[in-house]
C-alpha cells in the first residue's frame, strides 16, 4: 500500500474536480485532450460536433484533422488548440519562442503549449511546412478549436 | 504535544451537511487517515445514526465496522448525547451498556459524553460502564456565556467529572462563542483544578470566526487535543480545518504528530466528496461584533436557525424574527440558561415562538417543556425564574420529578419480549432508537458496500466519464495502463 504514493500523486482528486468541470462546461468542445504527468487523456463528445471528427482523429496526431476550410486562405492549413486553456509560445518565461513566422516546422514540432490548471500540453504543429502567421497571443486565453497559427504545407 | 481528533466524519457532516455523508464516501480515504497520525478519530454520533438509517439507509453498524477494517490501527470515538444515547427518549443504565458494548465490539475505542444541561449526574454512570466493557470515555464540558456559567462554575463541573472517573475532559464550545481573553482565563482554571490528572481536550467551532483565535490560546495553555476536519467539512459551523491547526501548532512551535502529506491526501478526497455531492465548502468566518452580541442572547445554533425560520415563515411570523429572538433570549435565561444543544434549543425556539404568536406569555406549554422545568432532564445552570415556574405548573401535579428514578429501571426485557426477536444486539438497539418500520426499511433499501472502498483519483475519473452523458469515446493512456471506450449513442 505504501509504496502506490508515487503512482496517485501525478492525479489528484482536484485533478479530477477539474477534469470533470472541463468536460461539462465545454459545451462547444468536440474533443478534449488531457496531459497530466503521464497520464493521457482523450475525450470524444456526442451530438453536433462544430466540426467533422474522423473516429482516428486523436490516436496518432491529435491535431491533423482539426483543419477547417472556412476563412483560412488558399493553400494554408491552420493550427488549433487541442484544448481550453492558456497559450503560451515559449517553453518557459524568458525562453525564445517554439516558432516564429517564417520558422520550417516538421509535423511532429511543438508550435506552443496550452497550460490548464498549471499542467501543459504541448502544441505540435501537425503539419510540416513553414509558418505564415500567429494567430494567438502569448499567455492568452484561448478556446477549444482556436486557430493558433498558420502553416503553409511544404 | 498536542493531538489532532478528526472530525471529518462526526461533526463536519452534522454541523455542514444535515450529517448526510454515505458511509462509501466515508471509506474512501480511510488509508490516508490512518496515515495522517490523528490522536482520535470521531466518526459517528446519535445524529450520525438516526440520519443513516432514516436517510442514507446506511447500515450504521456496518459503516463502524468498515471504518474500524480501513483503519485498524487508529483510535476510533463516538459522541454520546446524555441519557438519549442515540433516541430521543431518556434511557436506563442497561441500555448504556448495551449501546456501549455493541459500540465496542463494532471496534470503537472511546466514547466522549455530554449532558445539555451540563448536570453530570445523568451521565455519571456512563464513565464507569464504558470501563467495564473496555471503553475509555471522556466526559464534556458544555460551553456556554451567561451570568450562570462562569469559570468557577466549569471548575465545580470538572472536578464532580473527575469523581465519576473520566477519562479526560473536553472542553467544548458548540457555538462558536469561546473568544481568546475567556478561553485564556477559562483554560487555565481549568488546568489548574484538573492539575494533570486527566487530559484536557478542546472543541470549538468556527461559527463566529473565533475559532483560530481561542485555539491559539487553547495551544498555547497546553490542552492535550483540538479537534478539526478536512478543509471541505471545516469551518462555518463547523470545526476548523487540519491544515489551518496545524499552521498555527507549527506558528506556536507546538509539535503535533501529524503526518501532513497525509492529510493533503484526505483533504483532496474529501475535496472531492463535497464537489460530486454538491456541497459549497465554507470559507473561513470573519468575526462581526454585531452579529456576536445578537446571538449572544438567545445562542440559537445555525444548524437549527434555518429551520427555525421556516417554522416562523409559516406561523407568518418571518417578519417578526427579530422579536421572537428577543424573546428566546428572555426565555433561556428563564429556563436557567440551558446549552442550546438538542433539546433545549429546541424547547427555548419553540417556547419563545409561542409567547409571541398567542401575545401572552407560557399561555400554551409543551409538554416537553413542562418535563424540563419539573427536574425530568436534571438541573439547570442556573435555577429557572420563580414566575416561570408558578405558571406553567399552575393546576398542575406538582412536585419535582426525580431525574434519576429512571436510570437503574429495567426495559430491554420486555421490549425484547414484544418487538422481538431480533436478530442481534445491533438490532434491538436500532429497533429501541427509531422503531420497526424505519429497521424494515433500511434493511429492504440498504445496498451493499464496494468490497474495497478506498477511492484512486484515476478510477474515480474513469467511473464518473463513463457514466457522464454526451460522450462518444474516451481514450486514457497511464504509464502501461491503456484504455478505449466507445459509448452507445443513446
Redesign the interface.
Known sequence: ?LNDKEI?YT???????E??RL??ESAGCAEIQFQIG??????????PAPAPLR?SI??ENPNAQRTAAAEVPDGLVKITAPVLGTFYRAPAPGAAPFVSVGDTVRESDPIGLIEVMKLFTSVTAGTAGRVVEILAENAALVEYGQPLALIEPL | MTGLVDETLRDGPQSLWATRMKTEDMLGAT?WMERAGFRKLCVTSGAAFETAVKFLRDDPWERLRRLRQGMPNAAIDVLIRSRNLFGWERYPDEVVALLFRCLKECGVQSVKVFDGLNCMRNIAAHFAIAHDVGLKAAGMLSFSISPAHTDEHYVAKAIELLGYGVDSIVLADPAGILNAPRARSLLAALKAAVAGRVPIEFISHDCMGLAYEAHREALLAGVDTVSTAAEALSHGESVPSTLGILRLAQELGCPTGLDAEAVR?MD??F??VA?KEGHAVPAPVVFDQLRYEKFIGHQIPGGMMSNFRNQLREAGLLGRIEEVLEEASRVRAELGYPIMVTPFSQFVGVQATLNVLQGERYKTVPEELLLYVQGHYGEPAAPIDANVLDRVLAGKSTGAVDCEALFGTRILERFRREHGPFGSERELLLHLFYGRSHVEALERDKKPLPARACR???E??VE??AR?P??????????PLSLGMR?S?C
Request: no cysteine; proline share 4%; glycine share 6%.
Open positions: 500500500m496517485t492525479l489528484t482528486f482536484h485533478d479530477v474536480i477534469i470533470l468536460v461539462r503521464d497520464l493521457t487523456l482523450n475525450v470524444a463528445k456526442a451530438g473516429e486523436a490516436q | 488509508e491526501r483532496d478526497y475535496d472531492w464537489w484512486k483519483p484515476l474515480v475519473l464518473a466519464l457522464e454526451g460522450l462518444k469515446s474516451l481514450r486514457l493512456k497511464k504509464g459509448f449513442p
